[in-house]
């Protein structure tokens, strides 16, 4: 996945059980939706015709129809399908070249509503290309929770790149206490939050970024207009038992922007942070679901 991962465990089981738990579930997750290895089932999938019905897994059909979900809900704002955009914009696995020329932007094949599920198995009716890089991530932290529920340990906190899920407490009866993300040199008050059989997310335009000419493109794209987000929203975080709905929603609510983020937020009942940078600094909103948690 290109990130790191961690775990906290209360356990009696031996260390290396727990790691090669968890080193098998991650395994699975990349084995299957990684546009990075080229046989993953995600990458063969892209490469298949068109039109063709192929059987998937059933982590990966579960990610697929919870994409098609958020992308519905957010009227495109996900979009798992937005994988030629991310390409051309080199946040790919090719890395960066050259700027995309218009033609080549307006030119992406894109649109989540090209992609079918029936049962067992997908299809795209378009060469669209799919990227699961905004909810992806977020299953591998699920699937890290279960495998250590597998081991029967209640009591974890484990996160993959910033993500985290907490369950039961520490050892002295405390829960797993975690401080929300804040973009760098963000003055804003710590906000901490008690993970306790819950999941946070947070996508942000300063964790993957290039500037050239003077401007700066973040990795969040907005399949509707096919650009880089740039609509002043630094970071969202959002809370959620499953951590693949926070990492999708996070990323949508990103596209959004604070508007049209906050109104869905709230029209959803998400527990959701969001931070924007003006020209005054920065500002954080919560959505009223967030605030009721924090009592």
């Known amino acids: ?37 080229p046989d993953s089932d995600l990458s063969r999938f892209n490469r298949a015709p068109p039109g063709q019905w192929q ?13 098609l979900a958020v992308a519905r809900a957010s009227g495109g704002a996900f979009d798992p399908t937005a994988g030629a955009l991310v390409d051309l914009w ?28 029936s049962e067992t198995r997908a299809r795209r009716t378009a ?23 597998g081991l ?33 040199g963000a003055r804003i008050a710590p906000l901490r939050v008690a993970l306790h059989d819950l999941a946070v997310a947070t996508s942000g335009d300063y964790r993957r970024f ?13 399949p509707r207009t096919r650009r880089p987000v ?11 038992p499953r951590c693949m709905l926070a990492d999708a929603w996070a990323t949508a609510l990103t596209v959004l922007g604070p508007e049209e983020g906050l109104a869905l937020a709230i029209r959803e009942g998400l527990a959701v942070r969001f931070v924007i ?12 679901a967030l605030d009721e948690m924090l009592g």
């Not at 059980?17 to 991650?26: Q, T, V």
């Not at 003006?278 to 009223?288: C, F, K, M, N, V």
């Open 1 to 37: 996945m290109g990130t790191s991962w961690s775990a906290r465990v209360v356990s009696p089981r031996p260390a290396s059980d727990i790691r090669a738990a968890i080193k098998r579930a991650l395994d699975g997750v990349i084995a299957e939706m990684s546009n990075w290895e």
């Open 55 to 67: 059987a998937l897994p059933a982590d990966l059909l579960q990610v697929l129809d919870a994409g």
């Open 90 to 117: 080199g946040f790919g696995p090719a890395g960066r070249g050259a700027l995309p020329a218009e033609t080549e932007v307006m030119a992406a094949p894109v649109g989540w509503r090209k992609l079918e599920i």
């Open 127 to 149: 060469d669209v290309r799919l990227d699961l890089s905004g909810i992806a991530k977020g299953f591998g932290v699920d699937a890290l929770a279960r495998a250590l529920h």
């Open 152 to 184: 029967g340990a209640g009591d974890f906190l484990a996160e993959i790149g910033g993500e985290l899920v907490g369950a039961g407490v520490k050892p002295d009866g405390e829960p797993w206490w975690v401080e929300l993300e804040a973009p760098p």
């Open 210 to 222: 290039f500037e050239t000419g003077g401007r700066r493109y973040a990795h969040s794209i907005d």
């Open 230 to 240: 740039a609509n002043g929203i630094a970071a969202v975080t959002v809370l959620n």
């Open 277 to 288: 940078r003006d020209a005054s600094g920065y500002r954080e909103i919560l959505s009223p």
